[in-house]
């Protein structure tokens, strides 16, 4: 007998609109220049923002999100 488990809050977020790009852990890594660890461990400690999991196994970032991370980033750039 097959078991079934629920949906937790953590696995499936809010929807994503349509025609928003979303990008896996690669992309999203490359586009800041930084390793696949050290993408993990900035969402981890919540300096990156938290992925978006459309089904199980599928981890991605919205566009939008990876947008409004490099924004921060510039902006606290030049505060400095």
């Given amino acids: ?10 696995a499936f977020n809010t ?7 979303l990008h896996r852990v690669d992309d999203a890594s490359a586009r800041f220049g930084v390793s696949r ?3 993990w461990r900035w969402v981890q400690e919540g300096y990156a923002p938290k992925p978006f999991r459309p089904s199980p196994g ?3 970032w919205r566009s939008s999100d990876l947008d409004a991370f490099m924004a921060k980033i ?3 750039g030049a505060e400095k």
Avoid at 1 to 10: C, H, S, Y
Avoid at 15 to 21: D, K, L, V
């Fill in 58 to 60: 599928v981890t991605v």
């Fill in 1 to 10: 007998m097959a078991t079934t488990t629920q949906p937790t809050e953590r």
């Fill in 74 to 76: 510039i902006a606290a």
């Fill in 37 to 39: 660890s050290t993408w």
């Fill in 15 to 21: 929807p994503t609109p349509i025609g928003e790009t």
